[in-house]
Structures are given as C-alpha cells and as structure tokens.
C-alpha cells in the first residue's frame, strides 16, 4: 500500500506544497484507489497535481465524519467530477461511503456551523452512496471500519456541539457518532488511517483489530484529536500504545505537541506534512 499524504496541518520541510488544518488522504493498493477526507478547501486538489495524482481516479471516496475540515472540498470535488464527465474525459465518478449520520448538520455550542456544506441530496444525485455503520471491506485487505464502539472508558469525552436528527426532528448532543477510519491489512500487521480520532484512537485500534482479526499493529497515521487532553486520558493513551509495539507512529492534524512528546517515549514517532508519501507491504 501506498499512502500519499494530500493534507495535513503542516508541510515537508523545504518542499512547496500547501498545509492547512486538516486532513486528506490517497490511498493505493494493487487493486483499487481510495480518497480518503478532502480537507478544508482545495488545497487536496492543488497537493495532489503537484504530486502527478489525479485524486478523481480513486475508486472510493471515504469521509471520515463529517466536520468541515474533512469535507470542505467536497463541492470542488463534485464540479471537478462533473466537469470530467461533461468533457468525456472520464466515465464515472469515485462511490462515496461513509456512516449514515455522516451528512447531518452540526453546529457547535455558539451555535457556528461546522458540518457538511454540500447536503445529501446533491451528493447522493450525482454519485453512488453507500451508507453503513458496519464495516465496509473496500479491497481484500482495506476496511472502512463503519460506526466506532467507545469500548475504552478513558476515551469517553464530552460531545461536541450538537447534530440534527432527522428522525426526531430535533437537535441532539453530538457525540460524533460518525466518526471512523480505515485499516489496511499488512502481511506484518495493521495499518491504521484515521481521520481525526473523536470517538478514540484507542478504540478505533480495538475496532480494526476486532473486523480484521489481526491483533498486531504496525504503524497508526493520522488525527488523534489529542488537544490539550486531560492526564488521565493521555497517561492512558500512552500506556495503550505502549503495549502496541508499533515499528513507526505518525500523529498529525489534531494531536498537540504535549501529546506528541508523550507518545514518542513509547513509539517511534515520524514527521508529518503535506506532500509525504508511505509506503508498506
């Protein structure tokens, strides 16, 4: 698998690529693509073509949840798509997944919109959806881990504004509960892609082990939305990944410093930015 990071809040030192806080990742593996988040704005597109990528190729695109910062360029994408069809310059555009909450606006507790700004409805008439809170096998070795269960007490957490339901009609507490990853199926071991991490890294980590099957890990890259964390939470993060053994650690986007400093006295902790390329069996 290789692993092209488009986004991210920071860039490669002395490389001209553009960073902004959030997330996008291209995925490949010797049977399909994946797009996995789209950032904030088109700096995933701009990442992209200066890395010979055309993120429009994927077979997938995944969507972590659905805060702006993740799905920001969504209205690009979907012009980039149409445009290509139009011009007959492709014949289909990537199948969209993601939890069924996924589309759902949010807001914060000021009331400030953080959701989704392209509404379900556009998407699902241009692009074939597929919503699940089940995992997803995209590939032999590649999951969509679907709806994330908060297994870990330490990873409990306050919910984060607010979502509307449709169901009810009526605005409940956010506990993010489309929030998820990915996990690739290495012959050594898990690599796990997170977008952010808001339902726990941690239990996200026990969730790919659960679907896969697999108990080792080799590399966990991603969001861990570790900002200034309370202690007992990141003293038990630490401990977790501690006993992970990991080869290598790549915590990005939504992981402070404090945490980071942390981490890396039990794993061997990488440099992150925009225009990174990894590679794994």
Excluded at 44 to 50: E, I, S
Excluded at 63 to 89: A, N, P, R, W
Excluded at 120 to 126: C, D, I, L, Q, S
Excluded at 201 to 214: L, Q
Aim: net charge negative; charged share 25%.
């Amino acid at each position: 698998m290789k692993l092209s990071i488009l986004v991210d809040n920071n860039s490669i030192i002395d490389r001209y690529f553009l960073a902004e806080p959030a997330v996008s990742y291209f995925i490949e593996t010797d049977e399909l693509k994946v797009l996995f988040d789209l950032g904030y704005s088109d700096v995933f597109l701009k990442n992209a073509r200066k890395m010979g990528i055309d993120p429009l190729s994927a077979d997938y695109l995944v969507l972590s949840h659905g805060h702006i910062d993740h799905t920001g360029g969504l209205d690009l994408f979907i012009k980039e798509c149409v445009e290509g069809k139009m011009e007959h310059k492709r014949s289909s555009c990537p199948t969209v997944v993601g939890h069924p909450e996924l589309f759902r606006p949010k807001i914060l507790k000021d009331r400030t919109s953080v959701g989704i700004t392209v509404s379900e409805e556009v998407v699902e008439a241009g692009f074939e959806v597929k919503k699940t809170r089940a995992p997803l096998w995209l590939g032999k070795d590649l999951v969509f881990l679907g709806e994330i269960e908060q297994s870990l007490d330490f990873e409990k957490s306050a919910p984060i504004g607010y979502r509307f339901s449709n169901d009810r009609g009526e605005w409940l507490s956010d506990d993010l509960i489309d929030d998820t990853a990915l996990a690739y199926r290495s012959p050594e071991g898990l690599v796990i892609i997170s977008g952010c991490s808001h339902r726990g890294i941690c239990n996200i980590i026990e969730t790919a082990k659960r679907v896969t099957g697999e108990d080792r890990v080799i590399d966990v890259v991603g969001g861990f939305h570790l900002l200034d964390p309370e202690q007992h939470r990141l003293r038990n993060t630490v401990e977790y990944f501690a006993d992970l053994q990991l080869r290598s650690l790549h915590a990005c986007h939504c992981t402070d410093f404090r945490s980071k400093k942390a981490l890396s006295e039990v794993a061997e902790l990488e440099a992150v930015g925009s225009g990174m390329v990894l590679s794994y069996p």
